[in-house]
């Protein structure tokens, strides 16, 4: 009895006196301990066949990252290392994500690097891609010798589409809806916009 009372008494005398913190060292020291630290991490994106405009600093196109049932889709700022995303190609992919030490104030705090694709299934021709309310902003679209661009992303136009019309509205304010077929190989062709 006095063998189990007196291991009682010990436990709690050790317990009262630990921490989960080590309260001795200095906080500048801990916090550039743990600053210092490499998180790396192995994670699955699913990714749409298809971007979507997003704004950060500036316009652009965002990679969607498929959700769960709660979040159809989330945008995906950033850039993946050793990845070519090709338009009309759904992927899965294994990557590697690490903490970025002090990230630009426009910049990502992750990096993700390409481990592997492990899925890869390109849309059937004629698939439709509609956006609403695009912003028409500065360079949304942009045309150079008869080929055409929104935001950054190469697009053929339709015989029936004044594309140059929509270059010409960039910087009214206004949106647009548009609908582009995919034409095959990561190319897309703009079919309608109003």
């Known amino acids: ?7 009682i008494l010990s436990i709690g005398l050790v317990a009262c006196g630990s921490s989960s913190e080590n309260t001795n060292i200095d906080p500048s020291i801990k916090e550039t301990t743990q600053n210092n630290i490499d998180i790396e ?24 990252v498929e959700g769960n049932e709660e979040h159809e889709f989330e945008l995906f700022y950033g850039d993946i290392e050793n990845f070519d995303y090709q338009w009309g190609t759904r ?7 690490k903490d970025v030490k002090n990230p630009p104030t426009d910049g990502s705090s992750m990096q993700y690097q390409l481990s592997e694709i492990s899925t890869q299934q390109e849309d059937p021709i004629d698939t439709e891609y ?21 935001l950054g992303q190469a697009f053929e136009c339709a015989k029936k589409v004044d594309c140059d019309k929509l270059v010409d509205l960039n910087n009214t304010a206004g949106a647009v809806n548009l609908t582009f077929s995919y034409v095959g190989n990561g190319q897309i062709e703009l079919i309608n916009w109003n």
């Open 1 to 7: 009895m006095q063998r189990i009372l007196f291991c």
């Open 41 to 64: 991490y192995v994670e699955t994106l699913k990714l749409s066949s298809y971007r979507s405009p997003c704004t950060s600093v500036v316009q652009q196109l965002c990679l969607r």
């Open 91 to 97: 992927y899965e992919l294994v990557v590697k994500t």
């Open 130 to 150: 509609k956006y609403s309310n695009v912003d028409l902003l500065d360079s949304t679209f942009v045309s150079n010798n008869g080929s055409f661009k929104f």
